[in-house]
């Protein structure tokens, strides 16, 4: 993934109503939501929701469909998931491995014993 893309990605998602509506369409994934039930599920006026609709769109972290008089949203997860592999992609690889052990070899690995 290009530094642009994520930069964009991020962007779109620094807003809390968006950041929220994603979060809403990825627990619906894979099939999605129409407009009015997203805006009754996160009580979030039509008018208000469609500008930040229209901003996922744009931001291609969500698709839209015509149904009929409605327009079903559907969560990007493929970038969803290429937004997670870009931030974890560097995970602990500045640090040295300790003496008599190979260093981790994903992210998953290397971090989990490093929490606060």
């Known amino acids: 993934m290009e530094t642009k893309t994520a930069t964009t990605v991020f962007e779109v998602l620094a807003s809390e109503a968006r950041l929220a509506v994603f979060r809403l369409l990825v627990r619906y994934a894979p099939d999605g939501l129409v407009a009015g039930?997203?805006?009754?599920?996160?009580?979030?006026?039509?008018?208000?929701?469609?500008?930040?609709?229209?901003?996922?769109?744009?931001?291609?972290?969500?698709?839209?469909?015509?149904?009929?008089?409605?327009?079903?949203?559907?969560?990007?997860?493929?970038?969803?998931?290429e937004i997670i592999a870009y931030l974890s992609h560097e995970c602990c690889r500045g640090n040295a491995a300790p003496a008599g052990r190979a260093a981790p070899q994903s992210p998953s690995t290397c971090c989990e014993n490093k929490q606060p």
């Open 37 to 81: 039930d997203i805006a009754r599920l996160l009580d979030i006026p039509k008018t208000n929701l469609s500008f930040h609709l229209k901003a996922l769109v744009h931001g291609k972290l969500a698709s839209r469909e015509r149904e009929g008089r409605n327009t079903r949203y559907k969560a990007n997860i493929a970038l969803m998931l």
